[in-house]
């Protein structure tokens, strides 16, 4: 069935901006528990210790009481942070640094016989409870930051931005225009630098004389401010268009999503990964949005004939099928498996 690109709703951003009720609940808890443990043993530096079996330092009690100062002023920072956790991702990321270093010191100290045992609870309430949320406010803030840049400003509804008509390749044509009384293979890469894209061109490069073959004209959509010269001339897809879309319009149109963790990060996408690296699609800058996700469109009179979203960035998508003229095949094509041509 043929859809009409400009009636897809765009992707709602306040999802990925706005932080959860429970990232500011989790910031104040750890800040009230800081400073009331730093509290406490800066002013009974000896009573914890005593509680937890280990021999007091007596000669420098100074030193533990230091140790709760250090505690008590994370504390106020957590509490900086509990009223943006994304704005203050940076308190966030060197508390959970000490988190982290705290507990493999400790571990040093233990297993050398330095330290006792029993002083391990003080681990797992000051540092390990708090490892996996801190990790989830990190990795969601970094998600946020990456949107906040490429999101679509929306103008007022009379003169409302239709990057179809809006946006230029290099050879001055829209997707609009280029897609008139032809069929058009749209694909969207995520940034330069990334493995799969680079992957992605080497498979596009590969089939482009059969994709045009069969009456179909291929055209790349990337975030980049410049083209990938390097990367368009050894596929030989420099005379193809390119639409640059740094602020991700043309990707809100068609819908295609930030990802989550799995879909970027996953076992599959690891494995692949590594597969794709050995065979020579090596790892290069970040050039925009690492989190957009990527998807494969055929259009032609501005209308989507056929559409592949990747359910994660390590899939490949059928191009040849998506590419060929017959309507009766299925949107939406799924396969994650490797392409027949596969490297």
């Known amino acids: 069935m043929i859809s009409d690109l400009r ?69 106020v920072g957590y509490l900086i942070a509990a009223s943006h956790p994304y704005r203050h991702w940076p308190i966030v990321l060197v508390g959970l640094l000490g988190k982290v270093f705290g507990p493999l010191g400790f571990a040093s100290g233990m297993l050398s016989g330095r330290l006792p045992a029993s002083l391990g609870w003080t681990i797992i309430t000051n540092d390990l409870i708090w490892w996996i949320p801190f990790t989830i406010i990190l990795w969601r803030a970094a998600r946020a930051n990456q949107a906040e840049y490429s999101m679509i400003r929306i103008r007022p509804k009379r003169d409302q931005f239709d990057p179809m008509t809006h946006v230029t390749s290099q050879f001055g044509q829209t997707l609009l225009e280029l897609s008139r009384r032809r069929n058009v293979l749209v694909v969207f890469l995520r940034h330069s630098g990334c493995t799969f894209c680079r992957q992605t061109l080497a498979d596009l490069g590969r089939l482009r004389s059969e994709i045009e073959a069969a009456g179909t004209k291929i055209a790349l959509v990337h975030m980049g401010q410049q083209e990938p010269d390097d990367l368009l001339e050894k596929n030989n897809l420099s005379d193809v268009h390119c639409y640059r879309d740094p602020y991700c319009k043309l990707y809100e149109s068609f819908d295609l999503r930030m990802g989550d963790f799995t879909q970027l990060f996953g076992a599959k996408v690891l494995w692949a990964g590594m597969r794709a690296f050995a065979a020579g699609h090596r790892i290069g800058r970040l050039n925009g949005n690492g989190f957009r996700m990527p998807g494969v469109f055929l259009l032609r009179d501005g209308q989507v004939l056929k559409s592949y979203r990747h359910s994660s960035v390590a899939d490949r998508p059928e191009y040849l099928l998506l590419a060929s003229g017959d309507e009766d095949a299925a949107t939406e094509t799924a396969t994650s498996s490797p392409a027949s041509t596969s490297l």
Do not use: H
Not at 15 to 20: E, G, H
């Open 7 to 75: 009636s897809q709703p765009s992707e709602q951003q306040s999802d990925v901006l706005t932080p959860q009720r429970w990232m500011k609940n989790v910031l104040l808890a750890a800040g009230c528990y800081n400073l009331i443990w730093g509290v406490l043993v800066v002013l009974f530096p000896l009573s914890l210790l005593g509680w937890l079996g280990v021999e007091p330092m007596l000669n420098y009690p100074e030193f533990w009481q230091a140790i709760g100062m250090i505690v008590g002023v994370y504390g």
